[in-house]
C-alpha cells in the first residue's frame, strides 16, 4: 500500500480525525502496524519489520549496518521533531 493510500485509510476507519494529521516515515509502509490512541496522533512501526525494508531497500547494507542505519534513523527523527516522530517498537 503506498502512503497516500494508508493515511486515505486512516482517516476512513477513523483513526484519525478530519483536523488531524501525522507524519509516516517513507519506505516503512510495510512496518506500519497503527497509531497512537493519545494525542497528537503518532505513527507506530515494527522494529524488525522496518529492518526487513532496510536491508531490502539496501541491498549493499550487512544485517549489522541495517541496523545501525535503522536506529540512527529513529535518532534524527527524535531529534529533528520530538512531537510527531514515528514510534518503533519491538515485538516480543
Known amino acids: 500500500m503506498q502512503k497516500e493510500q494508508i493515511?486515505?485509510?486512516?482517516?476512513?476507519?477513523?483513526?484519525?480525525?478530519?483536523?488531524e494529521s501525522i507524519v509516516l516515515s517513507e519506505g516503512f509502509e510495510r512496518a506500519l502496524i497503527g497509531v497512537t490512541a493519545?494525542?497528537?496522533?503518532v505513527?507506530?512501526?515494527d522494529f524488525f519489520i522496518a529492518l526487513d525494508c532496510v536491508i531490502e531497500a539496501e541491498?549493499?547494507?550487512?544485517?549489522?549496518?541495517?541496523?545501525?542505519?535503522?536506529?540512527?534513523?529513529?535518532?534524527?527523527?527524535?531529534?529533528?521533531?520530538?512531537?510527531?516522530?514515528?514510534?518503533?517498537?519491538?515485538t516480543v
Do not use: G, V
Open 59 to 90: 541491498p549493499r547494507f550487512d544485517f549489522d549496518q541495517a541496523l545501525e542505519w535503522l536506529e540512527r534513523f529513529i535518532e534524527i527523527k527524535i531529534e529533528e521533531d520530538e512531537s510527531l516522530t514515528p514510534i518503533f517498537i519491538k
Open 7 to 19: 493515511i486515505d485509510s486512516l482517516y476512513d476507519r477513523s483513526f484519525l480525525k478530519e483536523d
Open 43 to 45: 505513527a507506530i512501526y
Open 38 to 41: 493519545s494525542e497528537p496522533k
